[in-house]
């Protein structure tokens, strides 16, 4: 009993002290670098007086760019039930380029519960229609860039359309936004993606604020496009999907008339637009005469922010409310209902100009039976071929979004994307050569793969996801031999 009781004692004085020397002397136990670690990863509370390298100046602006607009976001929230549907609009090919005919409302709420949603948007148009932006948008952001989300499975694709980008002998820098500090890989972050002008950045620092209003939100998914964009330190911003290639120099884009002429450059999914009338009720609008047939597709997007900063804020206002409320009152549950109508909507309705790409999206891709085994969305350049070019008139790609499958080397090997399903033979993903060449003047899927099998098998100790995968660069080379013969 006795002993049992001594040694409490010890325990508590043990305890007392390292508690003490935590505070006082951090150093003698270790503390200083567990705190350094944990203030780069954003794991624990800090001790800032410890941080042995300094916070990420891009943080800090941001941070002080965003946390009024986190308080302002936060005090328009929706304070109704979640939206609901009658049945998902289904998804249909537009007959022609537009104009846009309004969808039928699928979206089942009450007039009170509407008049309450208009009210929350219009309490945020206030604040939005009140802001000199040009302060902001000078003293927070410059130069020209490409952001994207990656971390976990996306790093993969990413790696892949970064050495794609950079093999159409683009300079242009490159921050990658990660969800959070779990999320972030040392051998990527601090070798591989510098050694291409890239850098990992930690979505969650930036929501880090002094406002604990700031920290409510809960971000993920979609979610986390819009806020990368407006976080990103780039003025003239190109997103870019984890899994959409360039296949040319975006600079030339920033360079093009419907750039130099709107700020915003957004491209076509394949279907109808299927938004509901209520959602133009809401933002106490009529709903405008001149919209393009299609829906958005948002795996790219050219955003300038000293003409776009609003749109992006009210973005992040249907992002953040997305899932209850703007997501189904944008798609009404149509197919890839998320972020992609919010950027272009959020320009719509601030009467901002943008321009959305008119030559339709192409596909490629390959049937298994009647499974789609591959499938990728081509975008084109922005400036239609003027007539009577012959041959050479057709639009120039600019991007594959490459979605199903994604260009995950690990994944690739070993979900059976690439072979058949009855034979194993190794198969192309992208339509046959003679077609690729076709529309791409050369076989990309072959240049593609050259990328790929290069990422595999340089980093396949290293991305986390691909470390126990056994013979990662072998198999790719086995792909690429049996399908290219090289
Ligand atoms: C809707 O817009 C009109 C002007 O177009 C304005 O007078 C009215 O106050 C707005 N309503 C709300 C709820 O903001």
């Given at each position: 009993?006795?002993?049992?009781?001594?040694?409490?004692?010890?325990?508590?004085?043990?305890?007392?002290?390292?508690?003490?020397?935590?505070?006082?002397?951090?150093?003698?136990?270790?503390?200083?670098?567990?705190?350094?670690?944990?203030?780069?990863?954003?794991?624990?509370?800090?001790?800032?007086?410890?941080?042995?390298?300094?916070?990420?100046?891009?943080?800090?602006?941001?941070?002080?760019?965003?946390?009024?607009?986190?308080?302002?976001?936060?005090?328009?929230?929706p304070q109704v039930d979640p939206v609901n549907l009658v049945y998902s609009a289904n998804i249909i090919k537009p007959v022609n380029d537009g104009p846009r005919e309004i969808h039928q409302n699928l979206v089942s709420i009450s007039d009170e519960d509407e008049a309450s949603l208009r009210a929350a948007h219009a309490k945020l148009r206030t604040v939005l229609d009140a802001y000199d932006h040009l302060e902001?948008?000078?003293?927070?952001?410059?130069?020209?860039?490409v952001v994207t989300v990656a971390g976990g499975e996306y790093f993969g694709p990413f790696l892949a359309g970064l050495h794609m980008l950079r093999s159409t002998g683009s300079s242009l820098p490159v921050e990658a936004f990660l969800a959070d500090s779990s999320e972030y890989e040392a051998a990527l972050c601090e070798k591989v993606l510098p050694s291409l002008n890239a850098k990992c950045k930690i979505l969650a620092d930036f929501l880090q604020a002094s406002n604990s209003t700031a920290t409510k939100f809960k971000?993920?998914?979609?979610?986390?496009?819009?806020?990368?964009?407006?976080?990103?330190?780039?003025?003239?911003?190109?997103?870019?999907?984890?899994?959409?290639?360039?296949?040319?120099?975006?600079?030339?884009?920033?360079?093009?008339?419907?750039?130099?002429?709107?700020?915003?450059?957004?491209?076509?999914?394949?279907?109808?637009?299927?938004e509901s009338p209520i959602f133009y009720s809401i933002a106490n609008m009529t709903f405008p005469s001149d919209l393009p047939a299609t829906s958005s597709e948002a795996g790219q997007l050219l955003v300038d922010k000293s003409r776009h900063l609003k749109t992006l804020l009210l973005a992040a206002y249907y992002n953040i409310y997305g899932p209850d409320w703007y997501y189904p009152l944008l798609s009404q549950g149509a197919l890839g209902q998320g972020d992609k109508n919010t950027f272009e909507t959020a320009a719509i309705v601030l009467g901002l100009p943008y321009h959305r790409v008119r030559t339709p999206v192409a596909t490629v891709g390959r049937m298994d039976g009647?499974?789609?085994?591959?499938?990728?969305?081509?975008?084109?350049?922005?400036?239609?071929?003027?007539?009577?070019?012959g041959k050479d008139s057709a639009p120039m790609p600019a991007f594959l979004h490459a979605n199903t499958p994604k260009m995950n080397a690990g994944h690739l090997v070993d979900e059976g994307d690439l072979q058949d399903t009855h034979t194993a033979k190794h198969l192309r993903l992208w339509n046959s050569k003679e077609e690729a060449e076709k529309m791409f003047g050369e076989d990309l899927e072959r240049r593609v793969w050259k990328e790929v099998v290069e990422v595999g098998c340089a980093h396949a100790k290293e991305v986390r996801e691909w470390k126990d995968r056994k013979r990662l660069c072998e198999r790719l080379h086995e792909h690429v031999k049996a399908v290219f013969g090289d």
């Amino acid at each position: 009993m006795r002993v049992t009781l001594r040694r409490q004692l010890i325990l508590v004085v043990v305890l007392l002290t390292l508690t003490v020397l935590w505070y006082t002397n951090p150093r003698l136990i270790g503390a200083d670098r567990l705190s350094a670690f944990s203030s780069e990863h954003g794991l624990i509370p800090q001790f800032p007086h410890l941080r042995s390298s300094p916070i990420d100046p891009h943080v800090l602006s941001i941070r002080r760019f965003w946390s009024p607009w986190a308080t302002t976001i936060q005090d328009s929230a929706p304070q109704v039930d979640p939206v609901n549907l009658v049945y998902s609009a289904n998804i249909i090919k537009p007959v022609n380029d537009g104009p846009r005919e309004i969808h039928q409302n699928l979206v089942s709420i009450s007039d009170e519960d509407e008049a309450s949603l208009r009210a929350a948007h219009a309490k945020l148009r206030t604040v939005l229609d009140a802001y000199d932006h040009l302060e902001d948008a000078e003293s927070h952001f410059s130069g020209t860039g490409v952001v994207t989300v990656a971390g976990g499975e996306y790093f993969g694709p990413f790696l892949a359309g970064l050495h794609m980008l950079r093999s159409t002998g683009s300079s242009l820098p490159v921050e990658a936004f990660l969800a959070d500090s779990s999320e972030y890989e040392a051998a990527l972050c601090e070798k591989v993606l510098p050694s291409l002008n890239a850098k990992c950045k930690i979505l969650a620092d930036f929501l880090q604020a002094s406002n604990s209003t700031a920290t409510k939100f809960k971000v993920e998914h979609y979610q986390l496009k819009s806020l990368a964009i407006l976080f990103s330190s780039f003025t003239h911003t190109l997103f870019l999907d984890s899994d959409s290639i360039p296949l040319l120099d975006p600079a030339v884009l920033f360079s093009t008339e419907a750039y130099t002429s709107t700020g915003f450059i957004g491209w076509p999914d394949f279907w109808t637009a299927t938004e509901s009338p209520i959602f133009y009720s809401i933002a106490n609008m009529t709903f405008p005469s001149d919209l393009p047939a299609t829906s958005s597709e948002a795996g790219q997007l050219l955003v300038d922010k000293s003409r776009h900063l609003k749109t992006l804020l009210l973005a992040a206002y249907y992002n953040i409310y997305g899932p209850d409320w703007y997501y189904p009152l944008l798609s009404q549950g149509a197919l890839g209902q998320g972020d992609k109508n919010t950027f272009e909507t959020a320009a719509i309705v601030l009467g901002l100009p943008y321009h959305r790409v008119r030559t339709p999206v192409a596909t490629v891709g390959r049937m298994d039976g009647r499974e789609v085994k591959g499938s990728g969305m081509i975008q084109h350049h922005p400036n239609p071929p003027s007539r009577g070019e012959g041959k050479d008139s057709a639009p120039m790609p600019a991007f594959l979004h490459a979605n199903t499958p994604k260009m995950n080397a690990g994944h690739l090997v070993d979900e059976g994307d690439l072979q058949d399903t009855h034979t194993a033979k190794h198969l192309r993903l992208w339509n046959s050569k003679e077609e690729a060449e076709k529309m791409f003047g050369e076989d990309l899927e072959r240049r593609v793969w050259k990328e790929v099998v290069e990422v595999g098998c340089a980093h396949a100790k290293e991305v986390r996801e691909w470390k126990d995968r056994k013979r990662l660069c072998e198999r790719l080379h086995e792909h690429v031999k049996a399908v290219f013969g090289d």
